[in-house]
């Protein structure tokens, strides 16, 4: 029983990876190493993939290149309308992170959006971006007016729904990849041979790309309702 | 006081229920929007899983508050 509690509180805490030894000492922890990791591998594919491009007499694999990315970009233009398609990069970029980041237990290593900064970062991110789009679109003294649309009665809930959107997004993606973490270790614990597999295709591969999906699409779903 | 940390922590996770039975009904309707017409299945299933995942949020706050519960409550 002890063992359990152990392993469990081992797999919850976020530990320091290594030291960078200059201006007495900056702790990094393991999720800023493995993001570093997962950008180091996200680069090199972006440059294996458009290395050698041609206007004619293209090769299979920038067709599928091609097919994939007119795929990706169809789908955020009809979620986002004609003029949103200046945010679309940012949205791939980080549906491309959270995807692999979840996915990256199935390769050994820890998944930095087990830690609680890593989300709150990204929950942050995006609502910035979803405010700054009203204010572009919109300029300033018409952002601050659209609180009080549709009827000024309600203006406080909107106030209040620029702190609970941002929230709702961190917690949701931290609250499932803890749960993963705790069952998966709980599984690992009691029959460590055959049993982890199908649970760790349905927790890492199935729950990792849908928490993605979700949170990419309530993001352009924000940004669609602060452009209109 | 474990008593009623072990109370206060399962008295959170009691919101499980609000999904379980939304995430169900929210299927059942699916299916028979399916079974009526069966050429609209993708825009039905996008939809399905969309509301599946943003059900599943609530279920997903009480197991992370009976979870806090646990760890930080002495």
């Given at each position: 029983?002890?063992?359990?509690?152990?392993?469990?509180?081992?797999?919850?805490?976020?530990?320091?990876?290594?030291?960078?030894?200059?201006?007495?000492?900056?702790?990094?922890?393991?999720?800023?190493?493995?993001?570093?990791?997962?950008?180091?591998?996200?680069?090199?594919?972006?440059?294996?993939?458009?290395?050698?491009?041609?206007?004619?007499?293209?090769?299979?694999?920038?067709?599928?290149?091609?097919?994939?990315?007119?795929?990706i970009?169809?789908?955020?233009?009809?979620?986002?309308?004609?003029?949103?398609?200046?945010?679309?990069p940012?949205l791939i970029t980080?549906v491309?992170?959270?995807?692999?980041?979840?996915?990256?237990?199935?390769?050994?290593?820890?998944?930095?959006?087990?830690?609680?900064?890593?989300?709150?970062?990204?929950?942050?991110?995006?609502?910035?971006?979803?405010?700054?789009?009203?204010?572009?679109?919109?300029?300033?003294?018409?952002?601050?007016?659209?609180?009080?649309?549709?009827?000024?009665?309600?203006?406080?809930?909107?106030?209040?729904?620029?702190?609970?959107?941002?929230?709702?997004?961190?917690?949701?993606?931290?609250?499932?990849?803890?749960?993963?973490?705790?069952?998966?270790?709980?599984?690992?614990?009691?029959?460590?041979?055959?049993?982890?597999?199908?649970?760790?295709?349905?927790?890492?591969?199935?729950?990792?790309?849908?928490?993605?999906?979700?949170?990419?699409?309530?993001?352009?779903?924000?940004?669609?309702?602060?452009?209109? | 006081?474990?008593?009623?940390?072990?109370?206060?922590?399962?008295?959170?996770?009691?919101?499980?229920?609000?999904?379980?039975?939304?995430?169900?009904?929210?299927?059942?309707?699916?299916?028979?929007?399916?079974?009526?017409?069966?050429?609209?299945?993708?825009?039905?299933?996008?939809?399905?899983?969309?509301?599946?995942?943003?059900?599943?949020?609530?279920?997903?706050?009480?197991?992370?508050?009976?979870?806090?519960?646990?760890?930080?409550?002495?």
């Open positions: 029983m002890d063992g359990l509690v152990d392993s469990l509180m081992e797999e919850l805490n976020c530990q320091v990876a290594f030291t960078i030894p200059i201006f007495g000492g900056i702790d990094v922890l393991e999720s800023v190493a493995v993001t570093w990791i997962i950008m180091g591998i996200m680069m090199v594919a972006t440059l294996i993939l458009v290395h050698g491009l041609k206007v004619r007499k293209i090769g299979t694999k920038q067709a599928v290149l091609e097919s994939g990315f007119t795929f970009w169809n789908f955020f233009e009809e979620l986002l309308g004609k003029e949103g398609t200046d945010y679309i940012y980080v491309l992170y959270i995807g692999i980041a979840n996915m990256i237990g199935l390769l050994g290593f820890k998944s930095p959006t087990k830690d609680l900064n890593v989300t709150i970062s990204l929950a942050v991110m995006s609502i910035i971006l979803v405010e700054v789009a009203g204010i572009r679109k919109k300029g300033v003294k018409g952002w601050i007016k659209s609180f009080a649309e549709p009827i000024p009665i309600i203006a406080p809930i909107n106030v209040l729904e620029l702190f609970i959107r941002p929230l709702s997004l961190c917690m949701r993606l931290f609250g499932n990849v803890l749960g993963a973490v705790v069952v998966m270790a709980l599984i690992k614990y009691l029959v460590p041979l055959v049993a982890p597999l199908p649970f760790s295709f349905y927790f890492d591969i199935f729950d990792g790309v849908i928490q993605a999906y979700v949170f990419v699409f309530l993001t352009s779903l924000y940004i669609k309702e602060a452009i209109e | 006081m474990t008593g009623l940390i072990a109370i206060g922590a399962a008295v959170a996770v009691i919101t499980g229920i609000g999904a379980g039975l939304g995430i169900g009904m929210a299927t059942s309707k699916a299916v028979d929007a399916i079974a009526r017409q069966p050429e609209a299945d993708g825009k039905i299933t996008k939809a399905l899983l969309l509301g599946c995942a943003l059900a599943e949020a609530t279920a997903i706050y009480g197991f992370v508050i009976g979870l806090l519960i646990i760890l930080f409550l002495k």
